[in-house]
């Protein structure tokens, strides 16, 4: 009878533990990508002392031959189990997509030295490890978005110098994770849409160089430095969209910069310089506050923003693509807001518009000319600094010379003595003689 219960009792457990902790692969072949492993995970206990992957090799392949992972809809697991990657040690790309992993442990994907993507949509991750990248120096894109992070380790991506697509979007960040980021040498692409980050600083930024595209909508984000961006130099796509922006600055000198979202904010001012000098052909400003914009000047740039701002109440027409032409000086300022359809008010409209880019051209002169003086007067005092320089060098080498001039009087005079000296030797020698 007690046998009979521990037999079951055993069966029963072996059954469970069976059905609740596995890992197995459906192998075939992916297009594009080469011999894959569809895995199956069942693992709610999040244990890690897997032994064996169940399923059978397609003919002539090994562990080895795994190049891609998929996940697979009936996978449950809340850690990444390392013996995935000590078994397939030649993996490149990983997909562990909507499995419920909360804890990526520092030895989840050590063993996986050839990883170039990796792939964790839609987990419930809150907490990785220091060193979970450690040995991944390849991986080029990293996909932790839709996740519940709200920090990461400083030094976690220590490794990643070729870590080019990082996406941390619809995670629970609060600030910007700066120092985070100051490894990625080479990322290109960061995307922290839909995170609660309210503070940018001055040098939020500084650790972007390389970055070229940059999605920053949904973050809650109240206002940004000057010169914020002044770092990301090879900068081409921001997107600002749904922040609770009032004012947005000069965006500075990007010359890479062809597109900026800043659609549903709160924008009431628009610096007039916003993209002066940048190479933006394409924004959108839908859903904003902006009333009462007055652009003035006509140059290409503030053309374009003109007519960009024009759509700023216009909720469901956001998108705008525009062409950056000559402006056409004769049609009236759409945005300057006293000028409307009256001829006299047109021709007024427009001497007023002339009067203003004339003010502002001035302006531009007289700021020029401040420039230029203020230069010179930085010259003339290194011009009085050099003739002082001039000067005590002068009296140096005078003193030098008068040094020199003592020196070779003591000497004649030493030589002169020493002469002396020796003519007397010589007739005390001769008077010896003598005797
Ligand atoms: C992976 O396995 C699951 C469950 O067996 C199956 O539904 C799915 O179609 C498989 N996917 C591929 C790409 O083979
Ligand atoms: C990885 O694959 C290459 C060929 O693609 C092979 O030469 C190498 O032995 C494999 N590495 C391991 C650990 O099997
Ligand atoms: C972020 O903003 C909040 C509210 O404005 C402020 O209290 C906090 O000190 C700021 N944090 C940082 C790091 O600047
Ligand atoms: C700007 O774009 C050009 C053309 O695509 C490219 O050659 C250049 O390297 C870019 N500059 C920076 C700083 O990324
Ligand atoms: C044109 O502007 C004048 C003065 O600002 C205003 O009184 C008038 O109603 C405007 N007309 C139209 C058609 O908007
Ligand atoms: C003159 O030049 C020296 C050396 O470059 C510098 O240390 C000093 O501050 C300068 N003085 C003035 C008045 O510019």
Known sequence: MKTGIKVSVFIFLTTVCGIYSQLSCTYYDKQYYGYACNLTITNPTG???????????????????????????????TIVPSFICKTFKNLTSIELRSMGIQHVDENAFKDCHELQALDLYNNKISRIDEKAFENNQGLATLYLYQNQLSELPENVFLNQQNLITLWLDNNYFTSFPKKEFAPLKSLNNLDLRGNRIRNITDDSFENLKSIKYLYLQSTQIEELPKNVFRHLKSLSTL?????????????????????????????????????????VNRFSFGGNLCANFVITDNSASRALLRSGLQNCFNKYNQEFAYETTTPDTTTESPSNS???STNLNKRICKLEDDNDGFNSKLEDLQSQIQYLISTTEDLEADVENLTEQNQELAEEIDKIIG???????????????????????????SSRGDI
């Open 239 to 279: 997107s600002l969209s749904y922040n609770k922006l009032k004012v947005i600055h000069s965006l500075g000198f990007l010359p890479n910069l062809t597109e900026i979202e800043l659609s549903d904010n709160q924008l009431q001012a628009v610096d007039e310089k916003l993209i002066d000098n940048t190479g």
């Open 47 to 77: 244990l890690n002392n897997f032994k064996r992957i169940s399923g059978r090799h397609l003919s002539g392949k090994t562990n080895n031959d795994v190049k891609y992972i998929t996940s697979n809809s009936a996978s449950f697991t």
């Open 403 to 429: 040094e020199k001039q003592d020196l070779e009087e003591k000497f004649s005079a030493a030589i002169e003595e020493l002469r002396d000296q020796v003519e007397e030797l010589f007739s005390f020698i």
């Open 338 to 340: 006293g000028c409307n």
